[in-house]
Every structure is written in structure tokens, then in C-alpha cells.
């Protein structure tokens, strides 16, 4: 295995033994900074063994920006190769290596992670909870993704990126074709990450069903924890097919089986089905929380009540049992035949009926209303017009007909991209910078918080419009060259120029942060943004038990609604405060995520001896949970008292 | 507006009471909910793969009568003296109830004893997981099934122990109670093993 | 048949410049022709474009003033102290806007299902009721081989097929998936190991299309095209005759040789063994699956 790494990253690309010194150097850097600092206990104590889903929400956050970084490089390096016809600045090699990455890294580690942050930092703080049903279990689910991250990224240095793309289709991803242990980090790093992913859908779900404060009915619950609800039922029915076709490819790459191999009776289709039961709930999974984000920050900075929230909660309902019967037109060119086609294409349109409910909904909450258009909301109403025109490209290849010209073609990234930053990524955003000072108790600086919109957004068009006509030319996905003659040369150049427009967005992103961590502008009332959810009705940030009493609920927009009361004279608060439980930190979720680390690094270089003893780390890690004591503690009514006069700044 | 910022005045501190095990029960129909999602995936790929046997050994060839019937009898059973088991629960007998914890934990490793012996069987005879994709698939799915069988073994023992250690209390009771859940289920999916690969199988 | 889509080639020009202001911002001049799926050259291409460009333009009916409506509501209702427009905080519901609202999407959706279910029923159907021709086509690393079992030549990274005459394509492949597109015939089908696929396709007018590998396939993907050359029937049977003339045999060791991952130029032979193109598909898996004929 050493041996293996050591030939490997001697003969790599120059860019790649660059990379692996500057990893070293930063890892250096971190380890002397907090031994300098003296802050390895205060890493410890605070964020590695903590169970509070705040902090877990805040890490999250930091490692799917750190992703964005890493997935964003890829794309950049991407671009460069392709802004001219003939380039040679990567081989092919290094071109397939780095749109694999790419791709896994934006969905898995990038996406999912941002989705998972504002469901932990909001959900619990939205429906008065004091913490989510399964603290210990978060803790477990966040380590999983960290350590299946960790995993992933640790291949382009030691031993070789994934190189058959971000869906890994066999034969090509199979042994015979790709020989090099790229394909098993794929296959162990998004199995590890995935089991973290199924667990906080289960989280969640029992915590938005079980913990609601009393009186919020699930009619009156705001629509971000409806929409997490809709989109961790889609995980927890989605994410098991794909665990299935990873293990089963691994079994293929490590034990010799053949599921999926070109002899000895495997079926490539199998994978490619059940990879797609899997991807395309996947993009729901990504979307539907951030049609909740949409729905909170429309309503809060329009003034107004959600319009026609029933309909918004339906089409959610609706999208997540739809997203299960469309996975077929991810290949409607394998054959399957004009009957299932056809099902498959009419379900996928189908789609698009209650997500267009959703705009018409958010459009008429603005009608009337007084807008106010601040970094959220900036974000927000750049989602909407991005996501129509993506949406409306996807009806176009969920078309059958229309698919089989279009599959495979630069049509099919410029839609993804369009759905997945236009929707997905703007609507992150604009959720990052709308909780925010619920986070860190400060807002983001505006002027350099437009600097980065303007840039991302006219760059985002410049990058992927030109894209949509390169579909129309023929040009193909995935490849890392093209010869002058096809004429795609000058439209690959201006999409270039916006990718790298993009990139300086982002880098206005990291100035705005650490300008802000320094100079933004305090939140001292909790409530910065004049806000209708129970989450603004706390300090910012929230002290670590959330609500010092857990408020009973009246209406939809509870927080909203108490205002209303107060302005009036008729809110009488303060009740008698009482003790409050709460669970201890434990270092176990992050030794039994290393455990399944250690166990899938041996994997990845066949070496059992290791993963064995991972797998022991694992097994003793869950048998000392089951068998440890541990009732967490009380923070007694002074501690309370104390804490919430100074958060509360009395 | 009194009501608007009042504390529920029988507010229960969490992960205690029936109440809170509630969310447990919850949390664990959720996961298999999410587990069967996991079986039905290897199911389909069975059903694909079955008869892609490469020339190698089919499943009439394979498959014994008095094995998979043993089989099927031995965790038929331990299902039912689990049910037994949440029956003492019921009524409170402590004793009685790890007595059938322990019978039904001797059944299941009964079962998985008689499983691996199959699968040695069949490899000795060249039926190996690398013979075919027929093969592949069968050890896959039967192989599953038989870990998931042996995690519930160490997870009932591990029950066990804590009600000898704490007796019958919310916690452990609720521990039990999942464990017991999750024994029935394992013995539903068998009962699936056994009519689409074992019986589907021999009747060719 | 054969005629059956190129009547309404008047509305679809309309069609064309209306929905591609945006794409022709970016055209280059000279460069229209390369717009390889706006200019189909037979029925099956034309099918499919048609199918795009409705799709396109229903969705465009309503995304269009939807963001003009936005455009709109943002700025008449922005939060100045001087703006006087109507402020209704707790108006929230209208069974009578929504009722629209879902109804304007499932009308188009309905629409839509109509046409699309009607083509991709249409696109399994031969394009003309011409004899047609039948070519198997086998995809390699890195390069695509071309099978006439009516004529027993076989050719590579090249393929010559007569105008105005429905030509099956039988694919499959002896390497990792890929897909056979040529886009100004139409639309793409995956090539797969040990399964056998079917694309009629059919060039109306002379030419020489572009023809490429879709699906990513490793190394050498990039580099995997082929010519398509459509020419009268007579000339394709003179070109048939020289093939058999002129060109070596390809023998199974030659085979063996094109299998392995290289990237190819065109190459012509005069025949092949017979069972050549049935082995690949079995070795590969094929004899697990019944073949149902697409006729």
C-alpha cells in the first residue's frame, strides 16, 4: 500500500505533487496554530465531541464550504482546459479524474452538507425544540460525512482520483477497465458518508413529528421543517438502493464477484437502475429544503403571510413521492422500450406542476407585500428566474423524443447547473445569509455581500447560457479535448470567462466572511431581519438549550404573530423557569466515524488486516454506547438564569 | 394572551419516561422502513441474476430441501419465543424474560451455524461468489440477511446483559422492544428468502 | 411515412428564430450550420427537433411572464416610505388564483404527454416504408465498427448508407457502455454489452454527418467519432462493390487486435466471419436475453 502511493505520487502531475505539498504545509500550519494557540482542548471539548445540533449544523457548514473550494478548483481547472480548441494543459487522464471529483464532490460533499447545516442549525430552533430526537446520533451522522469526505479527498494524492465519472457506470468502473484504487475511494467514501445521510433523515423526520412545540400542529409548522420533512423521507427510501450498488460494485473491485461485469453473466443495467432509484431523489433531496429557505425569506422580508401555504405543502408531499417514478429518464437511450419511456417521461414533467404551483405561490406572497431586498432576499429573487428557465429546459429532456438529441450533450450540464447553482446553490446562499446571525450572532457585510452576488450571477449565465447552444452544436459531455474545426471554440471561451467571474463571486464570499468576523455589524436583538419564525425569537446566537421555556404556539407564523401581541400590550410571558436536561458530549461519534475511515482506507488498498481492525473499532464503538450509562446532565434554573441574562444582554 | 409564552407545566426532561421512548420506536420503524427499501434492492438484482449461471452450478443443483427447511423452522421459531419474550416483558417478569432472550439468541445461532455450513457446502463444491452473477447475487442477498441475523444475536445479548445489570425500566425495555422489532423483521424477510430464492429455486 | 414530418418545416423556421434570440446572441457569423440539431436531415431528426422546439416554446408561454410578473411585483411593491401601493400583510389565500395555478401547469403538462407519448411510440417505427437496410454496429475502446450483414463488409469509424431509405441500426457493444449519435439523423441509442439496441434512422439528402460516442467510456472517449456518409442509392451500392473488391477480409485475429484500447482511423474490409457480430453479443452476456425483433 505505501509502496503503491509512493510510485503513484512520484510519477503524478506536476499540479497534483503541488497539491500534496500544500496539504501537508496547511495540516502543519492548523497543528502548530492550535498548539501555539493552546486550543486542542478547546477543539475538543467544543466541537469534536459535541452532540449540540448547532455546532453540528456550523461544522457541517464549514466543511461544505471547504468542498465548494475544492469542487470549484476542479471546475475551474475544467474550464481552462476546454476555453480552447487543442489545449493541453491536461491530459486526458487528469480531465476524467477531475470531472469525477467534481461532480461527487458538489452533490455528496458540497450540496448535502449545506442542506444538512441549515437543517440543523434552523429545524429545532423553528419547531421549539431543545435539541433534534437523536443528539448522539447527529453527532454520528456529521463524523460519517466528515470522515467519508476526508476519505475522498485523500485519493487524488494517495493513489489516484476516481475516474469514471460521478455516476461510476461499470464495465467501465469495474476492475477489468479501471484498474487503480480511484474507483474504490468513490465506492467507500459515499457508502461511508451515505449511512451518516440515512440516519439524519431518520433524525429529522422523528424530530419533526415527535418534538414540535405544544401547540404547533403540523398545519401550523413554518415551511422549512415541512420541506426537510419531504426531503428526509426521500432520503431514507432513496439512499438504501444506492448503498446496495455501491456495495455490490465493491464486492466486484475487491472480491471478484461479477454484478456488473462484461463476462461471467453481469448486468451493467443493474447498477445503472439502481444508481438512478437513488440519483434522482438525490437532486430532491438537495432542492426541496431550499423551496422551504425560498418560502421563509419570500414571507419575512414581503411582510406577509406564505400565500397559499397548503398548496406549498402539498406540491412538497407531492414532489417527494413523484421523485420516485422519473429515474428512468436518466437513460430513456438504453432501450427500454416506448411503453416505459413514456411513463417515465410524463412523470417527469409532471414534476414540474407542483414545483410551478411553488413560484406562482412565492410570486403572489411578494404581490402586496413590502419587499425589502437585502443579501437574502437579493438571492432569492435571483433563484426564482434561474430555476424557471432551468426547470423549463428540463421539461425539454424530459421529453423522451427530445432527450435523445439532448442526452449526453453540453444541453444536459447547462440544465443540471442551472437547477443544481441556480436553484439548489443561490437558495443556500440566500439561506446562509438569512441565518447567519443566528449562527454567529453577526450579519455578513452588504456592499461586499452584492460585489459577490453580481459577479456569481452574471457569471453563472455567462458560463452555462453559451452551454445550452453548445448542446445544440453537438458537443458532448465529458470530453477533455475537441479539434477547431467543430466551431465550439468561441462559445467554450466565454463560458470560460464566466466560470472564472463565478470563481471571483465566491472569493468575495471568503473576503466578506473574515471582513465580517471582524466588522459586521452585531445582532443584539435576536431578531435581525424582523422575522416570523420561533428561531428569531431567541438571542442570536442561541444559548446551547435553545428556549429557556418552550413557547406554546397559536398560529403559523408564531413569532410573527407574538409581536403583533406585544405591540398591542396583550403578551404576558415569564413563567416559572425550570431545570433543563440535557444530553452530554461523547467522544464516541467521532471515534466510531474514524473506526469506519480506518476500515474503508484498507478497503480501498485490499489490505484486510486494516479494515478488520476498523470494523472491530466499530463494533466496540456501538457495543459501548449500548452498554455505557449515560442520561446526560440538568442545568440547573440559576445556570439558566445566568446564561440567558447574558445572552439576552439585560 | 396568556398562553402564548406558557411553559407546559408537566414538561418531561428528555430520554426520560415512556413518553421520550416513543421517539425511539419511531425512529426505529423509520430504519426499517429504510432497511426493507435495502432488501427489496438485492431482491431486484436476485431476480435479474438468477439465471445468468455463466455454465456454472443452477439453482436446482444447489439448493437442499432439509437445509433451508431446518433453516426456515430454527428462526420461524426464535420468532416466536421472541414473541414470548416481549409476552414476560408485558407482564413484568424479568427472569422470564431474559430466559427467552437467551432461547431465542441459541435459535438464531443455530440458524447462522447451519447458514455458513451452506455456504462452506456450496464453495467445496465450486459454487463459489466468483463462480457467476447468479452466485454473486445469491450470497449477497442470503449473506445480508444471515449479518443482519448475527448483529441482531450480538444486539439481544447486548439487551440482555442490561436487564440482568438494570431489570425492566423505560430504557431497557425499550431497547427490547426494537431488538424484538427487529428480530420479527429479519424472520419476515426470510420468509421472502425462502419463497423467491430457496422454493423458487428447487421448483426451477 | 417518409414525407410525414417535413410539411411543417415553414412553422418550425418561425419557431427556430423566435426561441433562439438568445442562442443566436452568441452566433458567430458562418458559423449557423454548425447548430448540428437545429438542421436535421431526415425524418427521425426532424421528429425529435420538432419535439424540442414545442417543448421549448409551452415552456417559454409560461415562464416568460411569469418572470415579467416578477419584474413587476418586486419593483411596484419594494419597501420605500413613498410607495403607495397596496399592503395587504395577512392576505395568504384565493381558491380561485390557485385553482389557475395549478391548472396552467397540468394543462401543459397534458399537452405535452399527448405529443411526447405519440413520438417516442412514432420513434420505434421504421421512418418510411422503404425496404429498409440493416447495419449492426459494435462499439469499441475507442472506435466503432460497422457490420452489413446483407452485403458481409464491415468498416470502421466510417459508415455509408443510402438516401431516403430506413436504416436499422442493431448496436451493442465489446467494451464499456457508450451511445451512437449522429445528431443531423437523430437521436442517440447506448451501446451495451451483451444487450442489442435498435435505432432506425434515415437521411433524407445527401451529406457527410458527424457521428460520435456519447456515453463517456475512459481514456480515448474524446477521440471516438465517425463519418456518416448518405449518398443515392445506386452510388452506395457502386461504393458496396468496391468495399468487396478491394478492401482485405477482417479475420477474427483482426478483430481481436481492434478490441484492445486504441484510437482508429476509418478502415474498410471486404468481409467478416459470419458469426463475428452474434459472438460479441453472446460472450457478453447475450444469451441470457430473448431478442424480440424490432420490425
Same mark, same amino acid.
Given at each position: 500500500?505505501?509502496?503503491?502511493?509512493?510510485?503513484?505520487?512520484?510519477?503524478?502531475?506536476?499540479?497534483?505533487?503541488?497539491?500534496?505539498?500544500?496539504?501537508?504545509?496547511?495540516?502543519?500550519?492548523?497543528?502548530?496554530?492550535?498548539?501555539?494557540?493552546?486550543?486542542?482542548?478547546?477543539?475538543?471539548?467544543?466541537?469534536?465531541?459535541?452532540?449540540?445540533?448547532?455546532?453540528?449544523?456550523?461544522?457541517?457548514?464549514?466543511?461544505?464550504?471547504?468542498?465548494?473550494?475544492?469542487?470549484?478548483?476542479?471546475?475551474?481547472?475544467?474550464?481552462?482546459?476546454?476555453?480552447?480548441?487543442?489545449?493541453?494543459?491536461?491530459?486526458?487522464?487528469?480531465?476524467?479524474?477531475?470531472?469525477?471529483?467534481?461532480?461527487?464532490?458538489?452533490?455528496?460533499?458540497?450540496?448535502?452538507?449545506?442542506?444538512?447545516?441549515?437543517?440543523?442549525?434552523?429545524?429545532?430552533?423553528?419547531?421549539?425544540?431543545?435539541?433534534?430526537?437523536?443528539?448522539?446520533?447527529?453527532?454520528?451522522?456529521?463524523?460519517?460525512?466528515?470522515?467519508?469526505?476526508?476519505?475522498?479527498?485523500?485519493?487524488?494524492?494517495?493513489?489516484?482520483?476516481?475516474?469514471?465519472?460521478?455516476?461510476?457506470?461499470?464495465?467501465?468502473?469495474?476492475?477489468?477497465?479501471?484498474?487503480?484504487?480511484?474507483?474504490?475511494?468513490?465506492?467507500?467514501?459515499?457508502?461511508?458518508?451515505?449511512?451518516?445521510?440515512?440516519?439524519?433523515?431518520?433524525?429529522?423526520?422523528?424530530?419533526?413529528?415527535?418534538?414540535?412545540?405544544?401547540?404547533?400542529?403540523?398545519?401550523?409548522?413554518?415551511?422549512?421543517?415541512?420541506?426537510?420533512?419531504?426531503?428526509?423521507?426521500?432520503? #431514507?427510501?432513496?439512499?438504501? !438502493?444506492?448503498?446496495? $450498488? *455501491? %456495495?455490490?460494485?465493491?464486492?466486484?473491485? /475487491?472480491? =471478484?464477484?461479477?454484478?456488473?461485469?462484461?463476462?461471467?453473466?453481469?448486468?451493467?443495467?443493474?447498477?445503472?437502475?439502481?444508481?438512478?432509484?437513488?440519483?434522482?431523489?438525490?437532486?430532491?433531496?438537495?432542492?426541496?429544503?431550499?423551496?422551504?429557505?425560498?418560502?421563509?425569506?419570500?414571507?419575512?422580508?414581503?411582510?406577509?403571510?406564505?400565500?397559499?401555504?397548503?398548496?406549498?405543502?402539498?406540491?412538497?408531499?407531492?414532489?417527494?413521492?413523484?421523485?420516485?417514478?422519473?429515474?428512468?429518464?436518466?437513460?430513456?437511450?438504453?432501450?427500454?422500450?416506448?411503453?416505459?419511456?413514456?411513463?417515465?417521461?410524463?412523470?417527469?414533467?409532471?414534476?414540474?406542476?407542483?414545483?410551478?404551483?411553488?413560484?406562482?405561490?412565492?410570486?403572489?406572497?411578494?404581490?402586496?407585500?413590502? #419587499?425589502?431586498?437585502?443579501? !437574502?432576499?437579493?438571492? $432569492? *429573487? %435571483?433563484?426564482?428566474?434561474?430555476?424557471? /428557465?432551468? =426547470?423549463?429546459?428540463?421539461?425539454?429532456?424530459?421529453?423522451?423524443?427530445?432527450?435523445?438529441?439532448?442526452?449526453?450533450?453540453?444541453?444536459?450540464?447547462?440544465?443540471?447547473?442551472?437547477?443544481?447553482?441556480?436553484?439548489?446553490?443561490?437558495?443556500?446562499?440566500?439561506?446562509?445569509?438569512?441565518?447567519?446571525?443566528?449562527?454567529?450572532?453577526?450579519?455578513?457585510?452588504?456592499?461586499?455581500?452584492?460585489?459577490?452576488?453580481?459577479?456569481?450571477?452574471?457569471?453563472?449565465?455567462?458560463?452555462?447560457?453559451?452551454?445550452?447552444?453548445?448542446?445544440?452544436?453537438?458537443?458532448?459531455?465529458?470530453?477533455?479535448?475537441?479539434?477547431?474545426?467543430?466551431?465550439?471554440?468561441?462559445?467554450?471561451?466565454?463560458?470560460?470567462?464566466?466560470?472564472?467571474?463565478?470563481?471571483?463571486?465566491?472569493?468575495?464570499?471568503?473576503?466578506?466572511?473574515?471582513?465580517?468576523?471582524?466588522?459586521?455589524?452585531?445582532?443584539?436583538? =435576536?431578531?435581525?431581519?424582523?422575522?416570523?419564525?420561533?428561531?428569531?425569537?431567541?438571542?442570536?446566537?442561541?444559548?446551547?438549550?435553545?428556549?429557556?421555556?418552550?413557547?406554546?404556539?397559536?398560529?403559523?407564523?408564531?413569532?410573527?404573530?407574538?409581536?403583533?401581541?406585544?405591540?398591542?400590550?396583550?403578551?404576558?410571558?415569564?413563567?416559572?423557569?425550570?431545570?433543563?436536561?440535557?444530553?452530554?458530549?461523547?467522544?464516541?461519534?467521532?471515534?466510531?466515524?474514524?473506526?469506519?475511515?480506518?476500515?474503508?482506507?484498507?478497503?480501498?488498498?485490499?489490505?484486510?488486516?486494516?479494515?478488520?481492525?476498523?470494523?472491530?473499532?466499530?463494533?466496540?464503538?456501538?457495543?459501548?454506547?449500548?452498554?455505557?450509562?449515560?442520561?446526560?446532565?440538568?442545568?440547573?434554573?440559576?445556570?439558566?438564569?445566568?446564561?440567558?441574562?447574558?445572552?439576552?444582554?439585560? | 394572551?396568556?398562553?402564548?409564552?406558557?411553559?407546559?407545566?408537566?414538561?418531561?426532561?428528555?430520554?426520560?419516561?415512556?413518553?421520550?421512548?416513543?421517539?425511539?420506536?419511531?425512529?426505529?420503524?423509520?430504519?426499517?422502513?429504510?432497511?426493507?427499501?435495502?432488501?427489496?434492492?438485492?431482491?431486484?438484482?436476485?431476480?435479474?441474476?438468477?439465471?445468468?449461471?455463466?455454465?456454472?452450478?443452477?439453482?436446482?443443483?444447489?439448493?437442499?430441501?432439509?437445509?433451508?427447511?431446518?433453516?426456515?423452522?430454527?428462526?420461524?421459531?426464535?420468532?416466536?419465543?421472541?414473541?414470548?419474550?416481549?409476552?414476560?416483558?408485558?407482564?413484568?417478569?424479568?427472569?422470564?424474560?431474559?430466559?427467552?432472550?437467551?432461547?431465542?439468541?441459541?435459535?438464531?445461532?443455530?440458524?447462522?451455524?447451519?447458514?455458513?455450513?451452506?455456504?462452506?457446502?456450496?464453495?467445496?463444491?465450486?459454487?463459489?461468489?466468483?463462480?457467476?452473477?447468479?452466485?454473486?447475487?445469491?450470497?449477497?442477498?442470503?449473506?445480508?440477511?444471515?449479518?443482519?441475523?448475527?448483529?441482531?444475536?450480538?444486539?439481544?445479548?447486548?439487551?440482555?446483559?442490561?436487564?440482568?445489570?438494570?431489570?425492566?425500566?423505560?430504557?431497557?425495555?425499550?431497547?427490547?422492544?426494537?431488538?424484538?422489532?427487529?428480530?420479527?423483521?429479519?424472520?419476515?424477510?426470510?420468509?421472502?428468502?425462502?419463497?423467491?430464492?430457496?422454493?423458487?429455486?428447487?421448483?426451477? | 411515412?417518409?414525407?410525414?414530418?417535413?410539411?411543417?418545416?415553414?412553422?418550425?423556421?418561425?419557431?427556430?428564430?423566435?426561441?433562439?434570440?438568445?442562442?443566436?446572441?452568441?452566433?458567430?457569423?458562418?458559423?449557423?450550420?454548425?447548430?448540428?440539431?437545429?438542421?436535421?436531415?431526415?425524418?427521425?431528426?426532424?421528429?425529435?427537433?420538432?419535439?424540442?422546439?414545442?417543448?421549448?416554446?409551452?415552456?417559454?408561454?409560461?415562464?416568460?411572464?411569469?418572470?415579467?410578473?416578477?419584474?413587476?411585483?418586486?419593483?411596484?411593491?419594494?419597501?420605500?416610505?413613498?410607495?403607495?401601493?397596496?399592503?395587504?400583510?395577512?392576505?395568504?389565500?384565493?381558491?380561485?388564483?390557485?385553482?389557475?395555478?395549478?391548472?396552467?401547469?397540468?394543462?401543459?403538462?397534458?399537452?405535452?404527454?399527448?405529443?411526447?407519448?405519440?413520438?417516442?411510440?412514432?420513434?420505434?417505427?421504421?421512418?418510411?416504408?422503404?425496404?429498409?437496410?440493416?447495419?449492426?454496429?459494435?462499439?469499441?475502446?475507442?472506435?466503432?465498427?460497422?457490420?452489413?450483414?446483407?452485403?458481409?463488409?464491415?468498416?470502421?469509424?466510417?459508415?455509408?448508407?443510402?438516401?431516403?431509405?430506413?436504416?436499422?441500426?442493431?448496436?451493442?457493444?465489446?467494451?464499456?457502455?457508450?451511445?451512437?449519435?449522429?445528431?443531423?439523423?437523430?437521436?442517440?441509442?447506448?451501446?451495451?454489452?451483451?444487450?442489442?439496441?435498435?435505432?432506425?434512422?434515415?437521411?433524407?439528402?445527401?451529406?457527410?454527418?458527424?457521428?460520435?460516442?456519447?456515453?463517456?467510456?475512459?481514456?480515448?472517449?474524446?477521440?471516438?467519432?465517425?463519418?456518416?456518409?448518405?449518398?443515392?442509392?445506386?452510388?452506395?451500392?457502386?461504393?458496396?462493390?468496391?468495399?468487396?473488391?478491394?478492401?482485405?477480409?477482417?479475420?477474427?485475429?483482426?478483430?481481436?487486435?481492434?478490441?484492445?484500447?486504441?484510437?482508429?482511423?476509418?478502415?474498410?474490409?471486404?468481409?467478416?466471419?459470419?458469426?463475428?457480430?452474434?459472438?460479441?453479443?453472446?460472450?457478453?452476456?447475450?444469451?441470457?436475453?430473448?431478442?424480440?425483433?424490432?420490425?
Amino acid at each position: 500500500m505505501v509502496h503503491q502511493i509512493v510510485e503513484y505520487l512520484r510519477n503524478a502531475d506536476p499540479l497534483i505533487q503541488m497539491s500534496a505539498a500544500a496539504i501537508v504545509l496547511t495540516l502543519l500550519g492548523i497543528i502548530f496554530a492550535l498548539t501555539y494557540y493552546k486550543k486542542w482542548r478547546w477543539l475538543w471539548r467544543e466541537w469534536i465531541t459535541t452532540v449540540d445540533h448547532k455546532k453540528i449544523g456550523i461544522m457541517y457548514l464549514i466543511c461544505a464550504l471547504l468542498m465548494l473550494f475544492r469542487g470549484g478548483v476542479d471546475a475551474l481547472l475544467m474550464r481552462t482546459q476546454l476555453a480552447f480548441p487543442n489545449m493541453n494543459f491536461l491530459d486526458s487522464q487528469h480531465y476524467n479524474e477531475i470531472f469525477s471529483t467534481h461532480g461527487t464532490i458538489m452533490i455528496l460533499f458540497v450540496a448535502m452538507p449545506l442542506i444538512f447545516a441549515m437543517m440543523n442549525i434552523v429545524v429545532p430552533l423553528q419547531i421549539g425544540a431543545r435539541d433534534v430526537a437523536f443528539p448522539f446520533l447527529n453527532a454520528v451522522s456529521f463524523w460519517l460525512f466528515f470522515f467519508g469526505a476526508l476519505l475522498f479527498n485523500l485519493s487524488f494524492v494517495l493513489g489516484g482520483s476516481p475516474d469514471a465519472g460521478w455516476v461510476s457506470y461499470p464495465p467501465l468502473a469495474e476492475l477489468s477497465h479501471s484498474p487503480g484504487p480511484g474507483i474504490n475511494y468513490y465506492v467507500l467514501s459515499l457508502q461511508i458518508s451515505g449511512i451518516g445521510s440515512i440516519a439524519t433523515g431518520i433524525n429529522f423526520i422523528v424530530t419533526i413529528l415527535k418534538m414540535r412545540a405544544p401547540g404547533m400542529t403540523l398545519m401550523k409548522m413554518p415551511l422549512f421543517a415541512w420541506s426537510v420533512l419531504a426531503s428526509c423521507i426521500v432520503i #431514507i427510501f432513496a439512499f438504501p !438502493p444506492l448503498t446496495v $450498488a *455501491l %456495495a455490490l460494485l465493491g464486492l466486484d473491485r /475487491i472480491f =471478484g464477484t461479477h454484478f456488473f461485469t462484461m463476462l461471467h453473466g453481469g448486468n451493467p443495467m443493474m447498477y445503472v437502475n439502481l444508481f438512478w432509484i437513488w440519483g434522482h431523489p438525490e437532486v430532491y433531496i438537495a432542492i426541496l429544503p431550499v423551496y422551504g429557505i425560498l418560502s421563509e425569506i419570500v414571507s419575512t422580508f414581503s411582510k406577509k403571510y406564505i400565500f397559499g401555504y397548503k398548496s406549498m405543502v402539498a406540491s412538497l408531499m407531492l414532489i417527494s413521492v413523484i421523485s420516485y417514478f422519473v429515474w428512468v429518464h436518466h437513460f430513456f437511450t438504453m432501450g427500454a422500450g416506448p411503453g416505459v419511456n413514456s411513463f417515465f417521461a410524463v412523470a417527469s414533467m409532471a414534476v414540474g406542476i407542483p414545483t410551478g404551483v411553488k413560484v406562482f405561490n412565492w410570486l403572489f406572497t411578494m404581490f402586496r407585500g413590502r #419587499i425589502r431586498v437585502t443579501l !437574502p432576499m437579493l438571492w $432569492a *429573487l %435571483a433563484f426564482i428566474p434561474c430555476f424557471v /428557465i432551468g =426547470g423549463a429546459t428540463g421539461i425539454t429532456l424530459a421529453s423522451a423524443p427530445s432527450d435523445y438529441q439532448l442526452h449526453n450533450s453540453y444541453f444536459v450540464i447547462a440544465h443540471f447547473h442551472q437547477t443544481l447553482i441556480g436553484g439548489a446553490v443561490f437558495g443556500l446562499l440566500a439561506g446562509m445569509y438569512y441565518w447567519w446571525p443566528k449562527m454567529f450572532g453577526f450579519k455578513l457585510n452588504e456592499t461586499l455581500g452584492k460585489w459577490a452576488f453580481w459577479f456569481f450571477n452574471i457569471g453563472f449565465y455567462v458560463c452555462f447560457m453559451p452551454q445550452y447552444a453548445l448542446g445544440f452544436m453537438g458537443m458532448t459531455r465529458r470530453v477533455y479535448t475537441y479539434p477547431a474545426e467543430t466551431g465550439w471554440g468561441s462559445l467554450n471561451f466565454i463560458s470560460t470567462v464566466g466560470a472564472y467571474l463565478m470563481g471571483i463571486g465566491f472569493l468575495f464570499i471568503v473576503v466578506q466572511v473574515l471582513y465580517s468576523i471582524r466588522y459586521g455589524e452585531r445582532d443584539t436583538t =435576536g431578531d435581525p431581519w424582523d422575522g416570523r419564525t420561533l428561531e428569531w425569537s431567541l438571542p442570536s446566537p442561541a444559548p446551547h438549550y435553545n428556549f429557556a421555556q418552550i413557547p406554546t404556539i397559536n398560529g403559523r407564523d408564531a413569532w410573527w404573530e407574538m409581536k403583533q401581541q406585544r405591540k398591542a400590550g396583550s403578551l404576558v410571558s415569564e413563567n416559572e423557569l425550570k431545570p433543563i436536561h440535557m444530553p452530554n458530549r461523547t467522544p464516541l461519534p467521532f471515534l466510531m466515524s474514524l473506526a469506519f475511515f480506518v476500515s474503508g482506507f484498507g478497503l480501498v488498498f485490499n489490505q484486510f488486516t486494516i479494515a478488520t481492525v476498523g470494523l472491530i473499532g466499530v463494533i466496540v464503538c456501538m457495543l459501548w454506547r449500548s452498554l455505557e450509562d449515560d442520561r446526560g446532565y440538568y442545568l440547573s434554573v440559576d445556570e439558566i438564569k445566568q446564561t440567558e441574562a447574558s445572552v439576552r444582554g439585560a | 394572551m396568556e398562553a402564548t409564552e406558557k411553559t407546559i407545566s408537566d414538561q418531561k426532561p428528555q430520554e426520560h419516561g415512556m413518553e421520550e421512548e416513543e421517539k425511539y420506536v419511531l425512529g426505529f420503524w423509520l430504519f426499517l422502513a429504510s432497511d426493507l427499501v435495502l432488501f427489496a434492492s438485492l431482491f431486484a438484482t436476485y431476480l435479474v441474476l438468477r439465471t445468468h449461471t455463466d455454465g456454472g452450478p443452477t439453482e436446482a443443483q444447489l439448493f437442499e430441501i432439509p437445509v433451508f427447511m431446518l433453516e426456515t423452522f430454527l428462526l420461524l421459531t426464535s420468532s416466536y419465543t421472541c414473541g414470548l419474550a416481549m409476552h414476560a416483558l408485558k407482564n413484568g417478569h424479568a427472569r422470564r424474560l431474559i430466559g427467552w432472550i437467551a432461547v431465542t439468541v441459541l435459535l438464531g445461532l443455530a440458524f447462522v451455524g447451519i447458514e455458513i455450513n451452506e455456504f462452506i457446502t456450496y464453495s467445496s463444491e465450486g459454487a463459489t461468489m466468483q463462480r457467476s452473477a447468479f452466485l454473486s447475487a445469491f450470497y449477497a442477498l442470503v449473506g445480508t440477511h444471515g449479518l443482519h441475523v448475527s448483529l441482531g444475536i450480538v444486539w439481544l445479548i447486548s439487551v440482555a446483559i442490561q436487564l440482568m445489570r438494570k431489570s425492566i425500566q423505560p430504557t431497557t425495555a425499550r431497547k427490547f422492544i426494537n431488538a424484538g422489532l427487529y428480530w420479527h423483521f429479519l424472520d419476515v424477510v426470510w420468509v421472502m428468502i425462502f419463497t423467491v430464492v430457496y422454493l423458487m429455486g428447487v421448483m426451477g | 411515412m417518409g414525407v410525414r414530418n417535413l410539411k411543417k418545416t415553414g412553422v418550425s423556421d418561425k419557431l427556430k428564430k423566435f426561441l433562439f434570440g438568445f442562442v443566436l446572441l452568441f452566433l458567430l457569423p458562418g458559423c449557423s450550420d454548425r447548430f448540428v440539431l437545429l438542421d436535421p436531415a431526415g425524418p427521425v431528426a426532424q421528429t425529435e427537433y420538432r419535439n424540442i422546439m414545442l417543448t421549448m416554446v409551452l415552456s417559454a408561454i409560461v415562464a416568460i411572464p411569469v418572470l415579467a410578473i416578477m419584474v413587476y411585483v418586486v419593483y411596484r411593491y419594494r419597501d420605500r416610505p413613498e410607495n403607495q401601493a397596496p399592503y395587504t400583510p395577512n392576505w395568504d389565500d384565493s381558491k380561485i388564483l390557485e385553482v389557475i395555478w395549478w391548472g396552467i401547469p397540468i394543462l401543459i403538462v397534458a399537452i405535452l404527454g399527448v405529443y411526447t407519448v405519440r413520438d417516442t411510440f412514432s420513434l420505434t417505427r421504421p421512418p418510411s416504408d422503404q425496404k429498409p437496410v440493416t447495419i449492426q454496429v459494435v462499439s469499441l475502446d475507442w472506435k466503432w465498427m460497422f457490420f452489413y450483414p446483407e452485403s458481409n463488409i464491415s468498416t470502421v469509424n466510417y459508415v455509408e448508407i443510402p438516401t431516403g431509405v430506413p436504416v436499422q441500426f442493431v448496436l451493442t457493444a465489446d467494451a464499456p457502455m457508450n451511445s451512437f449519435w449522429v445528431p443531423q439523423l437523430g437521436g442517440q441509442v447506448y451501446t451495451m454489452p451483451g444487450m442489442e439496441m435498435y435505432l432506425w434512422l434515415q437521411a433524407d439528402r445527401s451529406g457527410v454527418y458527424e457521428g460520435k460516442g456519447a456515453n463517456f467510456t475512459g481514456k480515448g472517449f474524446a477521440h471516438m467519432n465517425f463519418q456518416v456518409v448518405a449518398k443515392p442509392k445506386s452510388e452506395f451500392e457502386a461504393w458496396v462493390k468496391s468495399v468487396k473488391r478491394s478492401a482485405p477480409p477482417l479475420t477474427n485475429e483482426k478483430y481481436n487486435q481492434l478490441v484492445k484500447p486504441s484510437i482508429a482511423n476509418k478502415q474498410l474490409y471486404s468481409s467478416y466471419p459470419t458469426s463475428l457480430y452474434k459472438d460479441i453479443v453472446n460472450k457478453n452476456g447475450g444469451m441470457y436475453y430473448t431478442h424480440h425483433g424490432h420490425h
